[in-house]
């Protein structure tokens, strides 16, 4: 017997609830020091979990307002869940939008 097929779209779905759910469940982690080093260090450890993976879009090298990200994190948009700032403080938040807003696109991988 053999187990059905599940379409694409159905396990990218699945991905995309499962993953933010299972980031809010943790909280976010600094390095050993307890301290985030700059908002590469914070898109590192929390956004390029999905948005690197191919789970949450490419948002780096598209020159958004640090302000809109700000909001989106805050608030959370389509499948991305809002983060509160008890899981990631305001400066870090700023450190993070800024870093986002000025970054460059990653190379295309091959």
């Not at 599940?6 to 759910?21: G, S």
């Not at 908002?39 to 307002?65: D, F, M, S, T």
């Not at 640090?66 to 509160?84: D, E, K, S």
Request: glycine share 8%; aromatic share 8%; net charge neutral.
């Amino acid at each position: 017997m053999s187990l059905p097929a599940f379409p694409r779209a159905a396990v990218r779905a699945a991905i995309c609830l499962a993953v933010p759910l299972a980031c809010l469940s943790l909280p976010a982690v600094a390095d050993g020091d307890g301290q985030w080093h700059g908002g590469a260090n914070v898109y590192e450890k929390l956004c390029g979990h999905c948005h690197e993976a191919g789970v949450g879009p490419q948002i780096k090298g598209r020159q958004l307002p640090a302000q809109y990200i700000t909001a989106v994190v805050r608030h959370g948009f389509r499948a991305m869940p809002a983060f509160p700032a008890s899981f990631i403080d305001e400066n870090a938040l700023q450190q993070v939008a800024e870093y986002i807003s000025t970054a460059t696109a990653a190379p295309a991988k091959p």
